[in-house]
C-alpha cells in the first residue's frame, strides 16, 4: 500500500495506472476509521483494481469551528487499519489543506433543491463544503467509482446530484449503514460521547425501528411525532428534526405515498454531540 500526502504525486501515480485501463475505487473519509469506512473500503477492493481511500477533515464542511476542533483524528491508527487490508497497488491519501484549497475555494454549487431540508438547514454551508472537497478529489485522483455510506442519506443524493449535473465521469456506489451490536449507527463522533450519553444513543436506532413498524397501523404524523416525543424524552437528548422523506426529492411528507421510496431521517444532539441515523420505510 502506497502513501501520499500530495496532489501531484498521486496524480502522478494513477494516471499509468488509469490509462492502462485499471478501476481506480474511492473511497472519501475524514479518518477515525471505523467498521462503517471499512465496509465501503471491502466493497471497494472487490470491485476495482486499485483502490484510494482518503483521509482528510475539511474544513469547508463545518459550519461549526468547535466540531471541526474537536472531531476525532487519528491518521496514524487509520493508516495501520489500511495497511492490514489493501493491496500493493492500492493507497491513502492524506492531504494537507493545501493540497486541497492552495487558495481559498469559493464555488458555490447548486443542488436542485436537495439541500433545503434536514442537514441543509441545520448546517448552513454544510453541502457547499462536502460538494467542494468531493469535486477536488474527483479533480485529482479521477476514480472510476467512488463510494458513500447511506448513513449520510442527504449526502449521498446531493454528491448523485453534482456528479449527474457537472458531468463528471465517475460512478457513485451507495454502501448500506453499518451498526453496532445495539444498533447505534457508527460514527466518528460516537467515541466523543459519555458512557452513559452512548447508552441512551442506543434508543435512536430502536425508535426508528419502531418507527417503521408502526408504518401500517398510524399517520405519517403520528409516527412523526411519536419518535421526537420518544426520544426528546431521554436525558440530554436533544431532537433537532425528525423528517420522513421522499427519497427522491428528499422533501418532507405529511402522509404516507404509495410506489415511491420513503425514507426517516433524523439529526439528535446528546450532550455535545451530533449524530445522524435514518431508516427506510418503503
Ligand atoms: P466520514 O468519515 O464520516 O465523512 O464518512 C466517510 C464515508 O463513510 C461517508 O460516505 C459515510 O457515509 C460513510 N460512513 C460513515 N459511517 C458509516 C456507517 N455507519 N455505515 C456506512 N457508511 C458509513
Known amino acids: 500500500m502506497h502513501l501520499f500526502t500530495d496532489n501531484r504525486s498521486i496524480g502522478e501515480y494513477l494516471l499509468p495506472l488509469l490509462a492502462e485501463g485499471k478501476t481506480v475505487g ?3 473519509t475524514m479518518g477515525a476509521l471505523h467498521r462503517g469506512h471499512l465496509s465501503l473500503v471491502n466493497r471497494a477492493l472487490s470491485e476495482n483494481d486499485v483502490v484510494v481511500v ?9 459550519n461549526d469551528p468547535n466540531d471541526f476542533r474537536r472531531y476525532p483524528r487519528n491518521p496514524e491508527q487509520d493508516i495501520s487499519i489500511l495497511q492490514d487490508r489493501m493491496r500493493g497497488e492500492d493507497a491513502v491519501f492524506h492531504p494537507p489543506v493545501e493540497e486541497i484549497y492552495p487558495e481559498p475555494d469559493t464555488r458555490t454549487f447548486d443542488f436542485g433543491g436537495l439541500d433545503r ?5 441545520y448546517r448552513p454551508g454544510h453541502f457547499n463544503g ?15 467509482r467512488a463510494y458513500f455510506g447511506e448513513k449520510d442519506f442527504q449526502q449521498l443524493a446531493i454528491i448523485r446530484h453534482i456528479t449527474k449535473d457537472l458531468n463528471i465521469p465517475v460512478e457513485i456506489v451507495a454502501c448500506p449503514i453499518v451498526r453496532e451490536p445495539d ?17 441512551t444513543a442506543a434508543s435512536i436506532s430502536r425508535a426508528l425501528s419502531r418507527a ?10 403520528e409516527v412523526k411525532q411519536w419518535v421526537t416525543e420518544q426520544l426528546s424524552q431521554l436525558p440530554d437528548m ?18 404516507w405515498q404509495k410506489n415511491k421510496g420513503t425514507v426517516g431521517c433524523i439529526a439528535v444532539k446528546l450532550g455535545k454531540v451530533r449524530l445522524i441515523d435514518n431508516i427506510r420505510f418503503s
Not at 117 to 121: C, L, S, T
Not at 130 to 144: D, G, H, K, S, W
Not at 183 to 199: F, Y
Not at 212 to 221: C, E
Open 117 to 121: 431540508f434536514m442537514e441543509g438547514a
Open 238 to 255: 436533544e431532537v433537532e428534526y425528525f423528517e420522513i422523506v421522499d427519497d427522491r426529492t428528499l422533501v418532507p411528507l405529511s402522509r
Open 54 to 62: 482518503s483521509i482528510f477533515v475539511n474544513p469547508t464542511q463545518f
Open 130 to 144: 462536502v460538494a467542494q472537497v468531493v469535486t477536488r478529489l474527483f479533480e485529482i485522483l479521477n476514480p472510476t
Open 26 to 28: 474511492l473511497v472519501p
Open 212 to 221: 417503521r413498524a408502526m408504518r401500517h397501523k398510524a399517520t405519517l404524523t
Open 183 to 199: 444498533g447505534l449507527a457508527m460514527s466518528s463522533r460516537n467515541v466523543l460521547l459519555t458512557p452513559d450519553e452512548r447508552k
